[in-house]
């Protein structure tokens, strides 16, 4: 039960890490456009992955041999993650942004869980569960509303394939870290996707977007860590996923990253409401369902 308990911890841990990882992402959007800022962010995480590789003489390339060439893409999922996110924070609230992903992940797991897609054992859904997630989506909904709604078409429907593409990049470096290692699995993720990032830079410049390199440089010093606390992120996520049905997952990370997204909204931007607490306290209510109903089954 102890370990149980401690798979919850660190998923929670990320899910938190991921909330200030978005609004230190807005900040950097905000001053250079989306397609820099997400090469930028790939490009810092990939280096704090490296240098931990270096610290710990850890050769990913030599860690991968052997490995089906499908299982070092998973950063190519990562880097629409961080692209959608990029595209909706400012347009929308952080909690809503998360909340949004989050309703594409639990939906996204819902479906790997019942079909067992990614390796993982096919489940069936108790009451509890079916409850647990009924909850869950009507504390999604009270979040919403309490952001002021209205939200444009974009940033929601780009929120939402967000939310399905950490789900995938989850499963895959989950699939690479037990034939490598959490670390390198980490690193391809952002290897592979800072390629992605700088081809699509090139697109959106041949295509005449005119990236505003120049203001690049001109962020405030923070505002260059969330691809670090990106990859910590990644690599927490990654000793979890194995170990946790992917709707546990999706619930505690919805938790973690709604109630540390409310309150960066409130503290940061002033937004809050009486709606967004109730939605909150409503989605922690179904981590708790879908967590008895996991301590039941000895999951």
């Known amino acids: 039960m102890e370990v149980f308990a401690l798979y919850y911890a660190v998923a929670g841990s990320a899910a938190l890490i991921i909330a200030v990882m978005l609004a230190v992402n807005g900040e950097l959007t905000a001053v250079c456009g989306e397609h820099p800022a997400t090469l930028i962010i790939h490009l810092a995480g990939l280096a704090a992955v490296s240098a931990a590789a270096l610290i710990r003489r850890e050769n990913p390339f030599k860690r991968a041999r052997g490995v089906p060439f499908a299982l070092l893409l ?3 999922i990562n880097y629409f993650t961080t692209f959608f996110n990029t595209l909706a924070v400012g347009r929308i609230s952080v909690t809503a942004i998360l909340a949004l992903s989050l309703l594409g992940q639990a939906a996204t797991s819902l479906v790997i869980d019942r079909l067992g897609l990614f390796g993982m054992e096919k489940r069936r859904l108790g009451a509890l569960e079916l409850a647990g997630l009924a909850v869950t989506a009507l504390g999604i909904a009270l979040l919403l509303g309490g952001t002021g709604g209205g939200a444009p078409a974009l940033p929601v429907a ?6 399905t593409a950490c789900v995938c990049t989850r499963q895959v470096t989950a699939q690479l870290s037990e034939r490598t290692s959490l670390l390198t ?3 391809f993720s952002y290897f592979t996707g800072s390629v992605v990032a700088v081809a699509a830079l090139g697109i959106a410049a041949l295509a005449g977007a005119e990236p ?3 203001l690049s440089l001109s962020a405030p010093a923070w505002a260059y860590l969330g691809g670090v606390l990106g990859a910590a992120a990644v690599y927490l996520q990654s000793i979890c996923v194995k170990r946790m049905s992917s709707v546990a997952m999706t619930l505690v990370m919805f ?3 709604v109630f540390g997204g409310a309150a960066i ?3 940061f931007y002033g937004e809050f409401s009486g709606e967004t607490l109730t939605g909150g306290a409503l ?5 708790v369902l879908n967590a008895l109903a996991a301590r039941k089954k000895g999951a």
């Open 212 to 214: 505003r390199l120049e």
């Open 255 to 257: 938790a973690g990253q």
């Open 158 to 163: 780009v929120s939402v394939l967000s939310g």
């Open 283 to 287: 989605a922690f209510a179904g981590l």
């Open 74 to 76: 998973g950063g190519v």
């Open 265 to 267: 909204d409130a503290v």
């Open 185 to 187: 699995g980490t690193w």
